[in-house]
């Protein structure tokens, strides 16, 4: 190739690029200011899911909601997936790529707060959306709508679904979606979380495994037959006494915990029932796997040694997060090109009224207008996100629904999440989860670099769901 070939080839490349780079900023613009338009539609959808905080596998109206909006934006529905009532799939499109986009929808039990900036219960011991997941949701939803119309402009071939997935709140919806192979053809799962800063997360989460341990001993008057009983509640506490003292000598990183769920009636009778429910965690499944074991010895052990009989019920299981990189670069991008917001004069007087409530090394005020550089290492927290990252190439970030500086499952994260900081915040999510989907159907390089990494990281690791054939819990919130 001489030089004058050679230079206009680089022009015509360049030109092509930069046309290119025109057609995206087109695109992009588009799709930011539609839902820009259809955003108090959104915070309206968010709110009602807020009121109705409906816990695991008992959001039947939020679920309904989610579908119905999904419905009339030209979505096919398929409910009831995965032997789960409310868990849903809704379609839009046709063949390959598959991006899926994920929602979730349930509250927390006893965490009812209004949405204002003090601890005021709306309703005595009931539920509240201490984690966000009413903008989740909608977001979600907001989201896949968005491609949905990008798609059906028919410049790209392809097929955009939401997720409808219930009780990520310790039901591990997702775990049984999954089992069901509702993600078998998906070649990208998009997703982001509720949060007091806009961020994109490269990191892992903790395996979590969960369990109720009951045991079963034989009454007896306390006082005039103790011989003749053998107590249940010595077998919860001779299992907690067992475990306590392994802390010392499981990796440290380790978290382990438990509440008694029943320790008997009455101090006069013998307890011939006690339970204990347990959590265990650890940032690899693979050596949580070794630290269950241990703990399921000392709880047979405890049952040996009081004379009474145990069985536990796996409640559930989820793995750690397997982040993929070639994803989050690409949410990256989008994550900047919607960047944060400001506050109104009004949500500024809530947030300052909420600070004072809030302990810790609290992240500046108006971090809510910047994009925080990505999280990474160990984020402390469980999801069931973690057992679909190691069956599809998996992305998340952050949206700051919450003020600076709040933890999840507060009283502040359920006020903030009621009002406009958190729809404000859930819109920064629904733009960066779409530009994100739009950008993979674009670009045709994303999705195999992102598959390669996957591979890589898998080793060759074969996903197993640790709940087995257990049918989901769908009673484990009554
Ligand atoms: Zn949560
Ligand atoms: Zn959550």
Same mark, same amino acid.
């Given at each position: 190739m001489n030089r004058v070939s050679r230079v206009l080839v680089f022009s015509l490349g360049f030109a092509g690029a930069a046309a290119a780079q025109a057609r995206k900023s087109t695109w992009a613009d588009a799709v930011l200011t539609d839902l820009d338009t259809k955003a108090p539609g959104y915070a309206t959808t968010a709110k009602q899911i807020w009121g109705f905080a409906e816990v695991g596998y008992q959001e039947e109206k939020s679920s309904a909601l989610l579908q119905d909006r999904l419905r009339s934006a030209g979505f096919s529905i398929e409910a009831?997936?995965?032997?789960? @009532?409310t868990a849903f799939v809704a379609s839009y499109g046709s063949g390959k790529p598959v991006i899926a986009i994920v929602g979730e929808f349930d509250a927390l039990p006893g965490l009812s707060q209004d949405?204002? @900036?003090?601890?005021?219960?709306?309703?005595?011991?009931g539920p509240g959306h201490g984690c966000g997941h009413h903008l989740f949701g909608t977001a979600a939803a907001a989201a896949a709508i968005s491609v949905k119309d990008w798609l059906a402009q028919g410049k790209r071939p392809g097929t955009i679904r939401f997720y409808g997935t219930?009780?990520?709140? =310790? =039901? =591990?919806g997702k775990i049984y979606m999954v089992r069901a192979g509702?993600?078998?053809?998906?070649d990208a799962v998009v997703s982001w979380h509720p949060g007091d800063l806009n961020q994109v997360t490269r990191a892992t989460t903790l395996a979590n495994n969960s369990a109720k341990f009951r045991f079963h001993g034989v009454s007896a008057?306390? %006082? %005039?037959?103790?011989?003749q009983g053998r107590s249940a509640l010595d077998g919860v506490e001779a299992m907690n006494a067992m475990v306590n003292l392994m802390r010392e000598h499981v990796p440290q990183e380790a978290r382990i915990h438990y509440i008694i &769920?029943?320790?008997?009636? %009455? @101090?006069n009778v013998v307890p011939d029932f006690a339970e204990v429910y347990y959590y265990a965690r650890h940032s690899d499944m693979r050596v949580l796997d070794g630290i269950w074991e241990r703990i399921l010895n000392a709880a047979k052990g405890a049952a040996l040694g009081t004379g009474t009989t145990m069985d536990f019920e796996l409640v559930n299981s989820v793995y750690n997060v397997l982040p993929n990189d070639a994803l989050a670069d690409v949410m990256q991008g989008a994550l900047e090109r919607v960047g944060g917001y400001a506050y109104s004069p009004d949500e500024k007087a809530f947030a300052e009224k909420i600070r004072p409530s809030l302990t810790g090394t609290? @992240?500046?005020?108006?971090? &809510?207008t910047r994009v925080t550089p990505p999280e990474t290492g160990v984020s402390p927290g469980s999801t069931d996100m973690g057992d679909l990252s190691w069956v599809v190439p998996t992305v998340q970030l952050s949206a700051?629904?919450?003020?600076?500086g709040t933890p999840a499952h507060s009283w502040q994260a359920v006020a903030a999440g009621g009002m406009s900081i958190g729809s404000k915040g859930m819109m920064v999510a629904a733009k960066t989860m779409a530009l994100t989907a739009i950008e993979l159907f674009s670009n045709p390089a994303h999705l195999p670099k992102a598959r390669a990494e996957f591979d890589k990281r898998l080793g060759g690791f074969v996903y197993q769901s640790r709940v087995g054939d257990r049918k989901p819990p769908l009673d484990y919130r009554r």
């Open positions: 009831g997936v995965g032997e789960m @009532p949405a204002v @900036p003090m601890r005021k219960v709306l309703v005595e011991g219930p009780a990520e709140e =310790g =039901g =591990g509702v993600f078998k053809d998906v008057h306390a %006082a %005039a037959a103790p011989d &769920t029943s320790g008997g009636k %009455a @101090p609290l @992240p500046p005020m108006d971090e &809510t700051a629904t919450w003020v600076p």
